[in-house]
């Protein structure tokens, strides 16, 4: 880009506040998996427009993608200075900390963006993956069911309700450990009207069928 192009884009996003136009690319690479080229334009957005914190959370992504679990921590806390009060932040940092298997802090984090958010299924379904880490089934199961019961209430049509499905299996796979073999399998069967093509649900819905027993052996056959 040349000096002039840099200037009239700097032009442009000053007038439409704190958005810069290089997120947008950066989005994309990111999607694609180019995390190179995802870290150089939300490099570029960080600098014409340092106040724009969804910049950051791309930016930390990109770090992330790449184990630069460092340079992914400073964006996401950047982006927690400037999104005060947004549960998003403090999600992802958590969620960093899940993945460099930190669970204390990762579990510190999430419950802090939980109270901040209660509805945010990707929140929910984070911590009760850290409780499964932890061996606190229970625990984990309570907190997928929260996911359940926000799915129950959404219209059919509604986008949010693809999101709660990684919860709903995680769901039938804490019951499975549990050997609560019955709610295991319709949990699976939910998780399987979110999502109708996951074999992986499909034959775990089986395996749960067949420890049952009896006539539902026939029925995990069919899966």
């Given at each position: 880009m040349s000096q002039n192009e840099w200037k009239t884009t700097e032009i442009r996003a000053s007038k439409v506040g704190n958005f810069s136009p290089f997120s947008c690319p950066g989005c994309y690479y990111l999607l694609v998996g180019k995390n190179d080229a995802a870290q150089r334009y939300f490099h570029k957005s960080a600098k014409l427009a340092p106040r724009f914190a969804p910049a950051w959370?791309?930016?930390?992504?990109?770090?992330?993608?790449?184990d630069e679990s460092e340079q992914a921590m400073a964006a996401y806390r950047t982006a927690?200075?400037?999104?005060?009060?947004?549960?998003?932040?403090?999600a992802y940092i958590g969620m960093e900390y899940l993945r460099t298997n930190n669970l204390p802090l990762a579990k510190h984090f999430?419950?802090?963006?939980?109270?901040?958010c209660a509805s945010d299924p990707l929140?929910?379904?984070?911590?009760?993956?850290?409780?499964?880490?932890q061996g606190l089934l229970d625990d984990a199961c309570r907190t997928?069911?929260?996911?359940?019961?926000?799915?129950?209430?959404?219209?059919?049509?509604?986008?949010?309700?693809?999101?709660?499905?990684?919860?709903?299996?995680n769901l039938a796979l804490c019951y499975r450990k549990r050997r609560r073999f019955e709610d295991a399998a319709r949990a699976f069967g939910v998780a399987l009207s979110l999502e109708p093509n996951d074999a992986a649900a499909r034959g775990a819905r089986g395996v749960a069928l067949r420890a049952r027993g009896g006539a539902h052996v026939h029925r995990a056959v069919e899966c």
């Open positions: 959370i791309g930016f930390g992504n990109a770090f992330a993608a790449q927690s200075r400037l999104f005060q009060g947004s549960h998003v932040p403090l999430l419950r802090g963006a939980k109270k901040l929140v929910a379904n984070e911590l009760g993956v850290v409780e499964m880490r997928f069911q929260e996911v359940l019961r926000l799915l129950e209430r959404l219209p059919e049509r509604a986008p949010l309700r693809r999101a709660c499905g990684a919860s709903v299996l």
